[in-house]
């Protein structure tokens, strides 16, 4: 108000004496003026761009049809638009083509994927016997001599234990098989057919497991393929937790010469733990204690 000249007098007069005049506190003056600001759209800070964003997206959509036209392009990226406009000597940011495309629907169309089930983890992956869920994982160690290796292993999803582990100078589907062999061998003492039926094995999406011979060795041995949501290791955390175990006491604090010699640490390994590491989830009990408690 006080920026407001008097078309009578011709002069600025103050808030305050505006106000004393009409008889009203300054304060409905202001809250006056505080409700007109906030109906009013915000303006955009900064100089007026020299074309609208009205007429920006009427020139997009001229070069989208043009490039149709004469090129068979049908839809072209905000990049290429920016580019094409400052060729054509339109002066307008990147962000803003971008974002007056994607106003107007003008974004060339891309794919969104399939659905692939509830992204978060929400259930609860332990069981409660033995031998109902085995989880598998890979990770790989360096060593000396040889190079880099892969360690496979197999654990199981109520005691914990570790069924089987396996390295090899190569992680392809049957050394990541070879785990699971074990596993079958330690809890069924034999490798028969369908000796494993009510087993399942969790993994993930890796080519190792999803390979036509890994897969089709768990139906040999009666187990049901039990795949983790994509991107989401925690479908899998049973063995992504064990894995980590190994990798702080054995792997990352020991070098190995060859991969004989982590073969046989990693054996080494999961004797100590199966029969020496506590559980917390079992009370602070071994996985040996909690397997012979149900076995008996």
């Given at each position: 108000?006080?920026?407001?000249?008097?078309?009578?007098?011709?002069?600025?007069?103050?808030?305050?004496l505006v106000c004393k005049?009409w008889g009203i506190p300054?304060?409905?003056?202001?809250?006056?003026?505080?409700?007109?600001?906030?109906?009013?759209?915000?303006?955009?800070?900064?100089?007026?761009?020299?074309?609208?964003?009205?007429?920006?997206?009427?020139?997009?959509?001229?070069?989208?049809?043009?490039?149709?036209?004469?090129?068979?392009?049908?839809?072209?990226?905000?990049?290429?638009?920016?580019?094409?406009?400052?060729?054509?000597?339109?002066?307008?940011?990147?962000?803003?083509?971008?974002?007056?495309?994607?106003?107007?629907?003008?974004?060339?169309?891309?794919?969104?994927?399939?659905?692939?089930?509830?992204?978060?983890?929400?259930?609860?992956?332990?069981?409660?016997?033995?031998?109902?869920?085995?989880?598998?994982?890979?990770?790989?160690?360096?060593?000396?001599?040889?190079?880099?290796?892969?360690?496979?292993?197999?654990?199981?999803?109520?005691?914990?234990?570790?069924?089987?582990?396996?390295?090899?100078?190569?992680?392809?589907?049957?050394?990541?098989?070879?785990?699971?062999?074990?596993?079958?061998?330690?809890?069924?003492?034999?490798?028969?057919?369908?000796?494993?039926?009510?087993?399942?094995?969790?993994?993930?999406?890796?080519?190792?497991?999803?390979?036509?011979?890994?897969?089709?060795?768990l139906r040999f041995y009666?187990?049901?393929?039990?795949?983790?949501?994509?991107?989401?290791?925690?479908?899998?955390?049973?063995?992504?937790?064990?894995?980590?175990?190994?990798?702080?006491?054995?792997?990352?604090?020991?070098?190995?010469?060859?991969?004989?010699?982590?073969?046989?640490?990693?054996?080494?390994?999961?004797?100590?733990?199966?029969?020496?590491?506590?559980?917390?989830?079992?009370?602070?009990?071994?996985?040996?204690?909690?397997?012979?408690?149900?076995?008996?």
């Amino acid at each position: 108000m006080s920026a407001t000249k008097s078309p009578s007098e011709d002069r600025f007069y103050p808030v305050a004496l505006v106000c004393k005049a009409w008889g009203i506190p300054r304060s409905v003056c202001y809250e006056a003026l505080a409700r007109r600001r906030d109906a009013a759209p915000p303006a955009k800070p900064g100089p007026r761009p020299l074309v609208s964003d009205c007429e920006l997206a009427e020139l997009i959509r001229g070069l989208l049809d043009a490039t149709e036209r004469e090129f068979g392009f049908r839809g072209e990226g905000s990049r290429k638009l920016h580019a094409r406009l400052r060729h054509a000597g339109v002066a307008a940011h990147k962000d803003r083509v971008l974002r007056v495309m994607r106003e107007n629907g003008l974004l060339s169309p891309s794919r969104v994927g399939t659905p692939r089930g509830p992204r978060n983890h929400d259930g609860v992956i332990t069981t409660t016997r033995p031998d109902v869920m085995w989880g598998t994982d890979a990770t790989t160690v360096a060593t000396l001599a040889e190079g880099t290796a892969w360690v496979f292993i197999a654990v199981d999803h109520c005691t914990g234990e570790c069924l089987g582990i396996h390295a090899s100078p190569c992680g392809n589907r049957f050394e990541a098989f070879e785990p699971i062999r074990q596993a079958i061998r330690s809890s069924f003492g034999t490798l028969d057919n369908a000796v494993a039926a009510g087993v399942s094995v969790r993994h993930d999406n890796g080519t190792q497991y999803m390979s036509r011979f890994f897969q089709a060795e768990l139906r040999f041995y009666g187990i049901a393929s039990s795949p983790s949501y994509v991107r989401a290791p925690e479908g899998n955390g049973v063995a992504e937790r064990f894995i980590r175990t190994p990798k702080e006491q054995l792997l990352w604090v020991q070098n190995f010469r060859t991969i004989e010699e982590l073969r046989l640490a990693l054996h080494d390994f999961a004797d100590r733990y199966n029969n020496a590491w506590l559980l917390a989830r079992h009370g602070y009990r071994t996985p040996a204690a909690v397997r012979a408690q149900f076995a008996a």
